[in-house]
């Protein structure tokens, strides 16, 4: 079956550290990557994608093939990024987004 | 100019009852989708609408029927409202049918006591 894994729940780092926000999938095919953020009181609303291969806010996230992962990265934590994360990889049979669990990221000052 | 609006915001609600959710979205896309947030923060589709089709419908309790009067509505109405009915419900739009970027509104609190 189609997965995709976000195995922290919870995620605190200080402001000004990097971030590493773990997404595992499993998929037979090629897959298509996004990244979601939901901050506090607000829609969820789309990060980025793997096929542009954009920084946003100073977010990248790089798809690697031979592990499976697309992990969503940053070098200096701001306060800002304190937010809910999801990676969706994957699509079904019926062509839909395969959601992860999410992680809830805290920036600490 | 918001792209996809959804009311009730907050909707406080006694078990039994029947309750209604709407949703629009100005951004002329084919497709619309119901989603469930847990209080987990856990989303999972319920229903996926193209050209006011329904394409998904997931394991949800027949007490849940969307409607689609014309595409850029998409309306969720729930019977028999149970406690575990208790979420937030997202509605989301796409501009087509498996694209995987999807414009939120901005949720639907439904609280059932």
């Known amino acids: 079956a189609q997965r995709v894994t976000q195995p922290e729940k919870l995620l605190s780092v200080f402001k000004g550290a990097p971030v590493e926000l773990k997404c595992n999938y499993s998929?037979?095919?090629?897959?298509?990557l996004f990244w979601y953020v939901q901050y506090s009181r607000q829609r969820l609303q789309l990060l980025l994608r793997?096929?542009?291969?954009?920084s946003i806010k100073g977010f990248t996230a790089d798809l690697n093939k031979g592990e499976t992962s697309f992990h969503l990265k940053k070098p200096f934590a701001q306060e800002e990024d304190s937010a809910m994360y999801y990676c969706?990889?994957?699509?079904?049979?019926?062509?839909?987004?395969?959601w992860g669990a999410g992680t809830k990221l805290i920036i600490k000052p | 100019d918001t792209a996809v609006s959804q009311t009730p915001k907050y909707l406080v609600t006694q078990m039994g009852n029947d309750k209604s959710i709407k949703c629009e979205q100005n951004?002329?896309?084919?497709?619309m989708y119901w989603y469930k947030q847990d209080s987990k923060k856990f989303l999972k589709i319920m229903f996926s609408?193209?050209?006011?089709?329904?394409?998904i419908n997931e394991t949800v309790p027949n007490r849940f029927s969307p409607k689609s009067p014309d595409k850029a509505h998409l309306n969720l109405h729930i019977n028999s409202l149970e406690l575990g009915d208790s979420a937030v419900y997202f509605c989301?739009?796409?501009?087509?049918f498996g694209a995987g970027h999807l414009y939120f509104g901005n949720g639907t609190r439904l609280t059932v006591t």
């Open positions: 969706a990889p994957c699509r079904d049979s019926n062509y839909q987004l395969i």
């Open positions: 793997h096929i542009s291969r954009e």
């Open positions: 998929y037979s095919g090629s897959p298509e």
């Open positions: 951004l002329g896309h084919d497709t």
């Open positions: 989301a739009s796409s501009h087509k």
């Open positions: 609408y193209n050209n006011k089709e329904l394409i």
